[in-house]
């Protein structure tokens, strides 16, 4: 998974949560109004209780304590739950994402750990392939020496035979040679 791959999925659930979020924008804006207005009219002071009668929620007329408002306040209320509630999950789902982030950096930052182990395993391969190559080489070399001299030695070999033999045959009539002049000397050679 490449770095573009993971953020790209990351910022796709961003978006998707900020949407979620951003749905009761509305509900929660107002709430917070309600609420200034609530709290505004409780710290108005006792002696001017005209001033709280006038106090109007969301551009309506009747005062804080009519039926209307109370229903108001508790449909704003269980809205703010609500709100909460989805708070509570979106939180999760923050903490859920960044997990995943932690998670997707590490298994990024091994990858490329692995990587860079995987060209350093190729470059020992295509080094060893290399000595392998000159080592075939060289014995092939060695071979080929290993013939010329087995044919050299045979060469000899042959020369040695054939030089034997004329010695020999040499020696021989030398000795037949010395063989009849002992013959003849015998026989009363010079007499």
Do not use: C
Not at 8 to 27: C, G, N, Q, V
């Amino acid at each position: 998974m490449s770095t573009t791959a993971w953020s790209s999925i990351f910022l796709k659930e961003l978006e998707t949560r900020d949407r979620r979020e951003k749905a009761y924008d509305d509900i929660i804006s107002a709430y917070g109004a309600l609420s200034r207005q609530l709290q505004e009219a409780q710290a108005t002071p006792p002696s001017a209780p005209a001033a709280a009668g006038s106090q109007t929620l969301g551009g309506s007329t009747p005062s804080i304590t009519s039926p209307t408002n109370t229903d108001d306040i508790t449909r704003l209320r269980a809205d703010f739950a609500l709100a909460q509630q989805q708070h509570g999950v979106l939180t999760a789902e923050v903490r859920s994402l960044k997990k995943q982030l932690l998670t997707l950096s590490k298994a990024e930052t091994e990858r490329v750990r692995l990587k860079a182990r995987v060209e350093e395993l190729e470059k020992e391969v295509i080094a060893k392939e290399r000595d392998r190559q000159l080592a075939a080489d060289e014995q092939l070399a060695q071979e080929y020496q290993v013939n010329m001299m087995t044919d050299r030695l045979l060469e000899l070999r042959t020369d040695n035979q054939e030089l034997v033999e004329r010695w020999m045959k040499l020696k021989a009539e030398e000795a037949e040679k010395m063989n009849r002049a002992m013959e003849w000397e015998e026989r009363g050679g010079l007499r």
